[in-house]
């Protein structure tokens, strides 16, 4: 590989924070009257007394962290302002010790902190550690609540959340009245909530004086929102990055899974014993090809090589089994971590010395003008390429290999695209409108989304009857949410899914309708078994399989599950998730929980399945599609814009035993997901008519050819 012309270097130059060490010295009140203190169990005593003791040996730990000789002047910006930004550089440990700082100082007022993230991964493993600092179970003191999951309680004060989850808590709360401060962390990912969020902030602090912002970056962008809240103070905190040597390939490369593995065995034989590696990867299924071709050629290594430990992390891998990633590497043993994006900047794993870049991202784009939301390979942003570096140097120098050439690099966009300037923006207004934001059109986003996509946004809820529009002398005056759109706002779903929920009422298969939101939700039910077992997995897979399509054989799979009352050796059997599992039957309660909330019946449609199609018809009928003319097995055009599109290999009615007379005519759809083609992705058998009583105003312009 070409070696760069130069090496990475420190992070941003600026007022690097040297503060001194402060240590609070409240204690506790003495309890004041009241009936006798309980005498806790002695595993219970126990149990406070040994996380007491890790929490004081971790403290060493916390103090040598580059940000903890900072506190005294973080505090007094903190203090002096009601919106701080924080730029801090790779290893600073402003994730894990600023929120204790401000709990420790009673910054917040005697409130909560919320501590935003923008994956439920980062949430879930900062929010542990914290509470091993701490001292306390997780959900005492410190919790975290994520979608679906909520692990805090009336005593937690330092509350990790996903950035999604404190816009729902916005809903309900419009002046997030339970917190006195808010630190949105990450920022610089600029997910659609963090954006959303930016706004909220931005709108809140001027009725709430008491309330405290507080912007964590990781780059350079600081200025940009210290501008949008009025120019307030940025704050450098310096990071402890080694020396990075960066690599690149002589010539582009045309397969990046190849590339990575044969670059991965290759600096595990040249430079054993010296560090893990970490690997970036696009997605679930290129990271498991990787890992099972890895698997595969480490049987053939010399026997004095070191074994390697391949950890595979992506969104949809069993909590578990994301968290092995964090677990010490063994001895006389290298570990391999194959990620997403997510190992950029929201986890942070010890002992890496390698990072091998295949430089591409899977990124959700959204067409405004064809209605079209895909999920494609793209190449990263130079912003993204320097993150990735950055963390093969955090403990010592380090190596980046990128499986690109420098030229490739320097064609790279600068920094990432918002992903609101990408995103389908129907959620984004009808959480607005749930806010009481009254015109939505023109909400003061940092980036403001294009005209086509607001106007699409609308489109779409008006189709769902989610919004109507009040008009005045011929000018629209306002847009309103509907009854149903408020039923809608209460549904921590995506448009369609809380549409196929609310409508799940009229066709009596509610229960049914629950189920397969939380399967959806749940991800990754069946796995292969590897190479060995993979034909027996694909056999196990056919036990469940419903001719009316994948939505049905999860109904399938999630009824025999509970028939078996969740029996893990029968998951084993079968080839099934049992944490994937699990985690649906929560995802179901909830669902229940709020669905009863809102009154809505939860009957079943029992073996009768036309109830249940014509359900997902009614909330999926924007994503519909007929079989394709050309008689070509598994093709189909759109029914929105005629787009040809493939029924994905791992659908059940993309099965060779089924004959081109047996597909389906016309089907709806979950995803369209691209990568060589257009694919479609959890489809279940419709009929046209069914979509046509579903949405007749929305189809009358649309023949099925």
């Known amino acids: 590989m070409k070696r760069a012309s130069s090496q990475l270097q420190d992070g941003p130059a600026g007022h690097h924070l040297l503060g001194r060490k402060k240590q609070d010295g409240s204690a506790k009140k003495p309890r004041q009257g009241g009936a006798l203190k309980k005498k806790p169990h002695p595993a219970a005593a126990e149990n406070k007394a040994a996380r007491r003791a890790e929490a004081k040996a971790l403290r060493p730990l916390r103090q040598k962290l580059p940000i903890y000789g900072a506190r005294a002047e973080l505090l007094a910006a903190v203090g002096a302002a009601q919106v701080t930004v924080v730029v801090g550089e790779t290893g600073s440990g402003k994730t894990t010790q600023l929120p204790q700082f401000l709990s420790e100082s009673k910054s917040s007022g005697g409130l ?70 808010v630190v949105l962390d990450e920022a610089h990912e600029r997910t659609v909530h963090t954006d959303v969020l930016f706004a909220l902030a931005k709108r809140v602090i001027s009725t709430r004086r008491d309330l405290k912002i507080i912007v964590m970056s990781a780059t350079l962008e600081a200025d940009k929102y210290a501008k949008y809240f009025g120019g307030t103070s940025v704050l450098y905190v310096a990071g402890r990055q080694f020396p990075v040597d960066v690599f690149y390939t002589k010539e582009p490369q045309q397969d990046y899974v190849d590339a990575a593995l044969t670059t991965t065995l290759q600096v595990h034989m040249d430079r054993p014993n010296d560090g893990d590696i970490l690997v970036f990867m696009t997605g679930q299924e290129e990271i498991q090809s990787l890992e099972r071709l890895l698997t595969q050629r480490c049987r053939l290594l010399p026997p004095e090589a070191p074994k390697l430990v391949i950890c595979p992390i992506f969104a949809a891998l069993p909590q578990h089994q994301q968290l ?34 295949a430089g591409l991202v899977k990124q959700r784009q959204f067409n405004a003008k064809t209605g079209m939301d895909l999920l494609k390979v793209l190449p990263i942003s130079q912003a993204q390429a320097r993150q990735r570096s950055g963390r093969a140097g955090r403990e010592a120098a380090g190596r980046v290999y990128r499986l690109y050439t420098e030229e490739q690099f320097h064609a790279l966009a600068p920094s990432t695209t918002p992903e609101i300037l990408r995103s389908n923006m129907s959620t984004v207004m009808l959480q607005l409108l749930a806010l009481g934001v009254d015109n939505p059109l023109e909400f003061d986003f940092m980036d403001r989304p294009s005209a086509n996509s607001m106007k699409r946004a609308v489109t779409v809820l008006l189709d769902f009857g989610a919004i109507e529009m009040l008009m005045a002398d011929g000018e629209r005056a306002a847009i309103l949410l509907t009854n149903r759109g408020k039923q809608m706002a209460e549904l921590p779903l995506d448009p369609r899914y809380s549409t196929t929920m609310i409508c799940s009422a009229k066709y009596g298969c509610g229960s049914e309708v629950a189920t397969i939101i939380s399967m959806l939700s749940a991800e990754n039910i069946f796995y292969s078994g590897g190479q060995v077992q993979r034909a027996e997995a694909e056999l196990a897979k056919k036990r469940f399989t419903s001719r009316d399509g994948d939505h049905a054989t999860m109904l399938n799979v999630y009824d025999a599950w509970e028939g078996v009352n969740g029996d893990a050796q029968w998951c084993r059997d079968n080839f099934i998730n049992a944490r994937s599992m699990k985690k649906a039957k929560d995802v179901r309660l909830q669902l229940l929980r709020i669905c009863k909330r809102l009154s809505l019946p939860m009957a079943s449609c029992g073996s009768d399945r036309e109830p249940l199609l014509k359900c997902l018809a009614a909330g999926l009928f924007q994503n519909a599609a007929r079989k394709a003319a050309s008689g070509r097995p598994n093709e189909y055009l759109t029914l929105s814009d005629q787009q040809q599109v493939f029924l994905h290999p791992s659908s059940v009615l993309c099965s060779p035993h089924l004959k081109p007379e047996e597909r389906p005519d016309v089907l709806v759809y979950s995803e369209l997901t691209f990568t060589s083609r257009c694919y479609l992705r959890d489809v279940s058998t419709v009929q046209y008519q069914w979509l046509l009583e579903a949405a007749p105003q929305y189809f009358s312009t649309r023949a099925p050819g």
């Open 324 to 357: 092995k990633v964090f677990e010490p590497t063994p001895a006389e043993c290298r570990k391999v971590i194959i990620a997403t994006n997510i190992a950029e900047t929201s986890i942070t794993v010890s002992g890496l010395r390698y990072v091998i870049d």
């Open 112 to 181: 909560m902190i919320a501590v935003t993230q923008p994956r439920r991964v980062a949430a879930m493993t900062v929010a542990a550690r914290v509470a091993k600092e701490v001292g306390c179970e997780l959900g005492a003191k410190v919790g975290y609540s994520i979608r679906f999951e909520d692990k805090s309680s009336p005593a937690t004060r330092i509350k990790y959340m996903t950035d999604g989850m404190l816009l729902r808590e916005a809903v309900g709360d419009p002046q997030l009245s339970k917190y006195g401060v």
